[in-house]
């Protein structure tokens, strides 16, 4: 079992910036994935943001440019550098953590709310 412990939400102004965290602890895979999805109550979810064991990283379209995804393998820490919000990334993002050899992924933290108002 692996968990995922978010941290680093809360209340910004446009154009403001964001760091969250996300501290992975237990039985971790020696090749991963680990990520962000964000959802809004009502819509779908979105992936917003990955990276490889290898450190490839992959974005949405929508946050290219202003968003950094990194990891700390010392401290089996995911970071998400936000930066340029906008109130459209207004939404609570999970942490997410899986095999690199896996679609999906296993294992999902337990949420952080991220505000931007206008």
């Known amino acids: 079992q692996v968990q995922l412990v978010e941290s680093g939400g809360g209340l910004v102004q446009s154009g403001g910036s964001l760091r969250l965290s996300c501290a992975a602890s237990g039985s971790l895979f020696s090749f991963y994935r680990m990520g962000w999805y964000r959802q809004v109550s009502g819509k779908q979810r979105e992936l917003v943001a990955t990276?490889?064991?290898?450190?490839?990283?992959n974005y949405d379209d929508s946050v290219k440019g202003r968003f950094t995804i990194s990891d700390d393998k010392v401290k089996n820490t995911a970071y998400l550098q936000m930066n340029s919000l906008k109130p459209e990334d207004t939404a609570v993002y999970y942490c997410v953590y899986g095999s690199l050899y896996t679609d999906e992924f296993d294992y999902w933290g337990q949420g952080t709310s991220v505000i931007v108002s206008s």
């Open positions: 990276i490889k064991s290898d450190g490839w990283a």
